[in-house]
T-cell receptor, first 120, second 112 residues
Framework: GAGVSQSPRYKVAKRGQDVALRCDPISGHVSLFWYQQALGQGPEFLTYFQNEAQLDKSGLPSDRFFAERPEGSVSTLKIQRTQQEDSAVYLC??????????????????FGEGSRLTVL | AQSVTQLGSHVSVSEGALVLLRCNYSSSVPPYLFWYVQYPNQGLQLLLKYTSAATLVKGINGFEAEFKKSETSFHLTKPSAHMSDAAEYFCAVAFGNEKLTFGTGTRLTIIP
């Protein structure tokens, strides 16, 4: 597709359920990010992949959160035993460049529309 | 600690009036600064970014921002607001790596 695609767009889960959120980045993009955006807040960094390698997972809030990108393309963010505080919009972003080049003159992040998770 | 602050969670301006959205940062290293816009039900879109070249940065849709090191600011402006500018705007900063730190956002409303 032309842009970053995320699914499902909306997910309602009962507390304690496991959920999986999918991100299809722009074809050929080497870098992939996950951000969490709570209501009324700005996005917060969760994790970063360069191809299939997860280079930074410092933003994952607990060991219930797990992300993978096994073939360096599609990525899945999995949340186990969901809690109410996990309710947020989960944003995926991709870039054709990697590392610091993402933020310098020629780099750009392209964001998906997000997956809104509501935990009851 | 390195951070970014947006003053004013809601800003309303009349159509045709000046738009001014404020962003201040705190950093001990030279920052890279960004403004993103989020329209309803759409993903974040890059408006402009400062990467240590010109301090006055021009972006899409007539927006521009000026990096002022002495004030640690990167305010976003547009001379004349259009109805289509109604959206949420996020200031973001990167401190030497690929991770972006976002502000809490400013919702811009345009009054006809």
């Amino acid at each position: 597709g032309a842009g970053v695609s995320q699914s499902p767009r909306y997910k309602v889960a009962k507390r304690g359920q496991d959920v999986a959120l999918r991100c299809d980045p722009i074809s050929g993009h080497v870098s992939l990010f996950w951000y969490q955006q709570a209501l009324g807040q700005g996005p917060e960094f969760l994790t970063y992949f360069q191809n299939e390698a997860q280079l930074d997972k410092s933003g994952l809030p607990s060991d219930r959160f797990f992300a993978e990108r096994p073939e360096g393309s599609v990525s899945t963010l999995k949340i186990q035993r969901t809690q109410q505080e996990d309710s947020a919009v989960y944003l995926c972003a991709s870039s054709s460049t990697s590392g610091q080049a993402i933020i310098t003159n020629t780099g750009e992040l392209f964001f998906g529309e997000g997956s809104r998770l509501t935990v009851l | 600690a390195q951070s970014v602050t947006q003053l004013g969670s809601h800003v309303s301006v009349s159509e045709g009036a000046l738009v001014l959205l404020r962003c201040n940062y705190s950093s001990s290293v030279p920052p890279y600064l960004f403004w993103y816009v989020q329209y309803p039900n759409q993903g974040l879109q890059l408006l402009l970014k400062y990467t240590s070249a010109a301090t006055l940065v021009k972006g899409i849709n007539g927006f521009e921002a000026e990096f002022k090191k002495s004030e640690t600011s990167f305010h976003l402006t547009k001379p004349s607001a259009h109805m289509s500018d109604a959206a949420e705007y996020f200031c973001a900063v990167a401190f030497g790596n690929e991770k972006l730190t976002f502000g809490t956002g400013t919702r811009l409303t345009i009054i006809p």
